[in-house]
């Protein structure tokens, strides 16, 4: 069983800044990848970006967010961040914090508010 706690969402204008972190605990083996995902009201879910484990861990980004947030972990915390930058009212959602295991199995964190004003 795997608890992700997300933390660091808020209010911010357009233009600026935020840093999202996500701490995994509990009893788990075996962490494959973590990720964001979000969700504005009315819309689905969709992927922001993945950072996979181990030595030589690679990322990957929506091409809507490229180049703007940048994914990292900190291993020895079992925790996962997400800057984001230069922001847009676009933006606006519930981020989600995500782990999927090498057994296949995959887990969500209860979301944190993001709010970009125009």
């Known amino acids: 069983q795997v608890q992700l706690v997300e933390s660091g969402g808020g209010l911010v204008q357009a233009g600026g800044s935020l840093r999202l972190s996500c701490k995994a605990s509990?009893?788990?083996?075996?962490?494959?990848?973590l990720g964001w995902y979000r969700q504005a009201p009315g819309k689905q879910r969709d992927w922001v970006a993945t950072?996979?484990?181990?030595?030589?861990?690679?990322?990957n980004y929506a091409d809507s967010v490229k180049g703007r947030f940048t994914i990292s972990r900190d291993s020895a915390k079992n925790t996962v961040y997400l800057q984001m930058n230069s922001l847009k009212p676009e933006d606006t959602a519930v981020y989600y914090c995500?782990?999927?295991?090498?057994?296949?199995?995959?887990?969500w964190g209860q979301g944190t508010q993001v709010t970009v004003s125009s």
């Open positions: 950072i996979t484990s181990g030595i030589g861990s690679s990322t």
């Open positions: 509990g009893s788990f083996f075996g962490i494959n990848s």
């Open positions: 995500h782990a999927a295991l090498i057994s296949g199995i995959y887990y």
